[in-house]
């Protein structure tokens, strides 16, 4: 590490001693003021952290004003002219501009990147990034294929960088109390959790034309087919093509499925999806209504589908909560008033060691995801959104998808991570690359 990034590191310390994003590294693990570098010490005049912003429209611009409490945005990517001239007015004149990210991710003064491109291009971006030795705040979904995600779960581990997935519910003091009364036996013996998504876009044949002289359409469609520019293919409706996405399944899936998950605290081994696909040439191609049912290992079984009030229902032996953006209620909930949690309730995983057995104490709030990133960046822990849990909660969401497609019920074997006795199926766990723009 060169002397600038670790002068870089120090000014994270310096601004995490001010309390406003001092939260959990680690779901139950605190790191207090105490804790942190240089905590005992007057703040030095440091280099501050440099950022670089890769993919500038919608989500992506929100997370780069989002990481800029934290340092300065030196560096800014977009395939589109039109965003990232205006990204580089929002964030003033002096970050670098390029339109390959590869440009961005060679600078030396850029030591975090946020990436909020489409959903194809993330895996490959992040790897690049970890091996470029930059830490990494990823929006969801974190892959467009199963293998992509064992792939990246190994280099994480091997380039040992910092990696947050941007499934922000995980930070949300709703969805987090909701997980741990699940897991205390608030409700009982957890038996079924109904998830909702909503629906997936759908759409008439759309035209093929000419790309708009500002977008790179090339770059944009990186390791997908090369396919005649329509533009609902591009920026927020890419998430109702397959060849990009997966629809609702992995957009408010890699939210919902993953608390769901998160809860049960076990992996599936049996799907069964059922879809209406649509038919119409050059038109969206995830399907019209779906709904997918999941057998866990532990027993418990997880409904998934399109239609109902949108949001996570749990249901125990002796009760039944639900929590959504807006809420959480039931019983349950009603009757902390009067029992509260205490700290002996609560389960507390290491998730740098899953092997050692959770241990009692209360799990801490973290005050914003955004600030756990960078928080873990100094303390180079482990995220509360990594990339394993975030790599099991999409491959949830990909078995839903790959069921629907294929019109039949699978078998999943979660610790090898492949389908039982199904050649067919498994060809399913990657997708071919365009050259020139492969993984390595």
Known sequence: MSNSSLSRRTFIA??????SVLGTSLPGVFLSPQTAVGQDKPPQKVERIGIGAIGLRYQGSVIANKAQLYGDIVAVCDVDRNVRDQAKAAFGSTPHSSEDYRELLARKDVDVVTIGS?????TKMVIDACRAGKDVYCEKPLTL???EGKLL?????????VVQVGSWQRSDDRFRLAVEMVRSGRIGKLQKVDVVLGKNGTSGSLVPRNPPTHLNWNLWQGQTPNVPYIEERSHYTFRWWYEYSGGQMTDWGAHHIDIAQWAIDSYPVEINGA?????VANGYNVAIDFNVTYKYANGVMMTVGDTGDNGILFTGDAGRLFVNRGKIAGAPVDALKTNPLSREDWKVYDYDNLERPPRAGKLDAIVNHMGNFFDCVQSRRTPVSDVVGSHRTVSTCHLGNISM?????????????EFIDDKEANTWLKRDQRKGFETV
């Open 405 to 417: 497609r294929l019109g039949r019920p699978l078998k999943w074997e979660p610790n090898q991570e």
């Open 145 to 147: 294929t199963i293998d």
């Open 14 to 19: 310096s601004t995490l001693a001010g309390g």
């Open 275 to 279: 879809a209406t696909m649509p038919t």
């Open 153 to 161: 779960t190994r280099v994480v581990k091997e380039t040992g960088r």
């Open 118 to 122: 489409p959903d194809h291009w993330h």
